[in-house]
């Protein structure tokens, strides 16, 4: 790992007086971290897809109506100081009231692609039937998209279990991995014939062991071998419902062949405080393991890393892994979608007396996630940070597309399905939000995926999170990612300086795509 990139923005305003692009598309003055991207000599590869990324249960709203039953995030939410504030994702930002609207947003701003969740305690909860209206939606959201020419790209899991599920153990059950393959079957069924793009789960490292570990995610309970188990089973339902979709997908003339099936991981470095340091290189070792090889390596390989079960010895992780599973998850897919926002400098040893603890949303005790390595520290390394406390080293995004690439022959194309950063942002007496820190970020972020394409990695578009300020999890509405604003009060929107500053990028990169004689190098259609 290099650790040679500092954010101080003064790289990436270099080069602005070099290009005429700005001039021809009507930019002026703010336009400096753009302007660094479109004067790079190397275009995007052709077909590079641009978008935007949300969840049900952070933007929708509409809680308990036409048929919605409650997630466990809507149960969660009652338990006394677990998501701060007191905060709920009742309202939300009123997205399912307010869908053709936001959509019209998204063309505004030039976005390709949409990455959403289809909410399961909307579609199919508990043991009813499925929900009609949950489905009717969905359905309307993908014509509108389709109408506006933005390509749906649907996520059948972004953490929101319906609690029905969770009272009969949830993810630490086994029989909800089946129940995930009747639902995703059901969502197939009533979409399948428009959206060809489909991820099973979101992040399964937050859903298992944040959720059934850490506690801090809902349902929030502190079960390290709840948590290994509701990992083993995500996998599964992984396993069982991209097999059933790629079925139903070969019964439809045409389908199969359009159908893009995959799974968005939460991806890092772990990098060793001290390279020089056994135990540090031990406890990089731990999280390289169970942050990124516990999810890749039975998802493209078919094997869980032996080293991992080692450090789980005592919680008997095999025992649940049945006969036929590792084949049923290793299913073949079209792509990996990576989420990044930091990579973690780690460490063997306890952090010095004098550190600053990191932000937590609330007081409500908490346990590692990081199940038998539960000693692991991730000491500060003097980076800048986002409001989150996240480090911010574009470099790592980089290196991190490369060393993917290098290490899982079997890798499928990337995608960057979700990367941003919460900031505090302030509206200005003029009513502009003028983010810059944002922009920066995602402009840095860019130019280390486009380093990582130059640099062999096959990465075939990028998702900013979020299109909207939303429900952060158990930071309630306190963070804001969003590229564009929401008052919690009107629910107006206004596009932030870094919504413009991406509608711009994306502009850039289309021009550009137009303006290329014939297949640039490393673009996807060269490389398919
Ligand atoms: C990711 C989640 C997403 C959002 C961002 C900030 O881990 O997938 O829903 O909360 O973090």
Known sequence: MTDDHTFDGSSAASGLSQTGRGERLGMTDDTTFRESLAASDQRWPAGFLWGSATAAAQIEGAAHEDGKEDS????????????????????????????????????????????????????????????????????GLV???????????????????????????????????????????????????????????????????????????????????????????????????????????????GRAEELRLGITLNLTNAVPNDPADAADLDAARRIDGLWNRMYLDPILEGTYPADVLEDLHEYRFEELV??????????????????????????????????????????????????????????????PTTAMGWEV?????????????????????????????????????????????????????????????ADGADVRGYFVWSLLDNFEWAWGYAKRFGIVHVDYDTLQRTVKDSGRAYARIIASAAADATDAVGVPTGSAAARA
Not at 178 to 189: K, M, P, S
Not at 196 to 219: D, K, R
Not at 428 to 439: A, N, Q, S, T
């Open 72 to 139: 466990i995030w809507d149960a969660f939410a009652r338990v006394p100081g677990a998501i701060a504030g007191g905060d709920t994702p009742e309202r939300a930002v009123d997205h399912y009231h307010r869908m053709p609207q936001d959509v019209a947003l998204m063309a505004e701003l030039g976005l390709q692609s949409y990455r959403f969740s289809t909410s399961w305690a909307r579609i199919k909860p508990g043991d009813r039937d499925v929900n009609r209206a949950g489905l009717d939606f969905y359905s």
């Open 393 to 453: 080293n574009p470099n790592g995004l980089r290196d991190l597309l490369v060393r993917l690439t290098a290490e899982y022959p079997a890798l499928p194309p990337l995608y960057i399905t979700e990367n941003g950063a919460a900031y505090d942002d302030v509206v200005d007496d003029d009513g502009r939000i003028r983010d810059l820190e944002r922009e920066a970020y995602i402009v840095a972020h860019l130019e280390a995926v486009r380093e990582a394409i």
């Open 143 to 253: 014509d509108e998209l389709l109408g506006s020419g933005i390509l749906p790209w649907l996520t059948l899991y972004h953490w929101d279990l319906p609690q029905a599920l969770e009272e009969r153990g949830g993810w630490a059950n086994r029989d909800t991995a089946y129940r995930f393959r009747d639902y995703a079957v059901a969502v197939y069924d009533a979409l399948g014939d428009r959206v060809s793009h489909w991820t099973t789960f979101n992040e399964p490292l937050c859903s298992s062991l944040i959720a059934y570990a850490a506690g801090e995610h809902a349902p929030g309970r502190r079960e390290p071998r709840a948590a290994l188990a509701a990992l083993h089973h995500q996998h599964l339902a992984h396993g069982l419902a991209a097999a059933a979709i790629r079925d139903l997908a070969a019964e439809h003339v």
């Open 322 to 383: 049945h006969d036929g599973d590792l084949a049923a998850i290793r299913q073949p897919i079209d792509f990996v979608g990576v989420n990044h926002y930091h990579d973690d400098n780690v460490s063997g040893h306890p952090l010095p007396h004098d550190s600053v603890p990191a932000p937590v949303p609330t007081d409500r005790p908490k346990s590692s996630p990081f199940v038998g390595s539960e000693f692991v520290t991730f000491p500060s390394r003097s980076l």
